[in-house]
């Protein structure tokens, strides 16, 4: 895969969207990124159905001795974002209550995750798109390996996670700068998986 795009198809015809891309493109400031519904991140969301709630793209970094990691991801996700308490912080909001759920408890007390009425699509509407980045030098498995350790420990920041209704996707890339033989990949990848989540609890607006 050479590129990734949310799924959201809401923002109207073909010449509307390549308009909106071109002004995001001029937009563009060097070592800025903006948190929140900015960006790619302007029309997504955490959550299905009427529990959605406006989510968006997060970033976090971090050093480990001389590496420097970076994770910045956009959470269009039809799942929920839950926090390290535990806590569902975005989606699966109840209108009438203010409350949001987690995905068991929504299973728990209504039988399904999914309305009946939304099974019928068939086209993927969710995607959550992360990138992780890092001046290490890495070879192309250990890059491959560090994609699938950090994207899976997304399941817990986002749930439920990789569903067939999300297109998710990882891109995992070094500017092969630094020379640091004492972090190996899978340390690396731990370090990249708490930049993770932290990334994805900085995609919405509180």
């Known amino acids: 895969m050479r590129s990734a795009s949310p799924a959201d198809r809401s923002t109207g015809s073909r010449p509307r969207r390549v308009s909106l891309r071109s002004s995001s493109l001029r937009a563009l400031r060097p070592a800025r990124f903006?948190?929140?519904?900015?960006?790619?991140?302007?029309?997504?969301?955490?959550?299905?159905?009427?529990?959605?709630?406006?989510?968006?793209?997060?970033?976090?970094?971090?050093?480990?001795?001389?590496?420097?990691?970076?994770?910045?991801?956009?959470i269009n996700a039809y799942g929920a974002i839950v926090d390290r308490n535990g806590d569902v912080v975005r989606g699966n909001r109840d209108s009438a209550t203010g409350k949001r759920r987690r995905s068991e408890d929504v299973v728990a007390q209504t039988g399904a995750y999914d309305p009946p009425a939304l099974?019928?699509?068939?086209?993927?509407?969710?995607?959550?798109?992360?990138?992780?980045?890092?001046?290490?030098?890495?070879?192309?498995?250990?890059?491959?390996?560090?994609?699938?350790?950090?994207?899976?420990?997304?399941?817990?920041?986002?749930?439920?996670?990789?569903?067939?209704?999300?297109?998710?996707?990882?891109?995992?890339?070094?500017?092969?700068?630094?020379?640091?033989?004492?972090?190996?990949?899978?340390?690396?990848?731990?370090?990249?998986?708490?930049?993770?989540?932290?990334?994805a609890l900085a995609s919405f607006d509180p």
């Not at 997504?44 to 050093?63: D, K, P």
């Not at 890495?138 to 209704?165: G, K, M």
């Open 34 to 74: 903006p948190l929140g519904p900015h960006g790619a991140g302007c029309l997504a969301t955490a959550g299905h159905g009427e529990t959605a709630e406006i989510a968006g793209q997060g970033g976090a970094s971090r050093a480990v001795g001389p590496t420097r990691i970076a994770v910045f991801t956009v």
């Open 119 to 199: 099974r019928g699509r068939v086209v993927t509407q969710n995607t959550n798109l992360t990138l992780v980045a890092t001046d290490q030098k890495l070879d192309y498995w250990q890059l491959r390996s560090i994609a699938r350790q950090v994207h899976s420990s997304l399941a817990r920041a986002i749930q439920p996670f990789n569903t067939r209704w999300d297109g998710d996707v990882l891109f995992a890339v070094s500017t092969q700068k630094v020379d640091n033989p004492k972090l190996d990949e899978v340390s690396l990848a731990i370090a990249a998986s708490e930049l993770a989540w932290d990334a």
